[in-house]
């Protein structure tokens, strides 16, 4: 049936979405480049992580 509503109203076939990572997500919609330098182009690396703090499940209830 889909396949004749398509036909009927010209529409192009149907392409599965991709799947996209955080990353290309916010350079496509916002300009933004993860991981390189706005100012000077560098690529940056990570140096240092710290754990973030985790609400206990009492917390959450």
Do not use: D, T, W
Not at 10 to 32: D, H, M, S, T
């Amino acid at each position: 049936m889909l396949e004749k509503l398509n036909q009927h109203f010209e529409l192009p076939e149907y392409q599965k979405p991709q799947r996209l990572l955080v990353a290309e997500i916010l350079e496509l919609v916002y300009g933004v480049k993860v991981g390189v330098c706005k100012h000077c182009g560098g690529k940056m690396h990570l140096i240092e992580s710290k754990a973030r703090p985790r609400a206990s499940p009492k917390a959450a209830a």
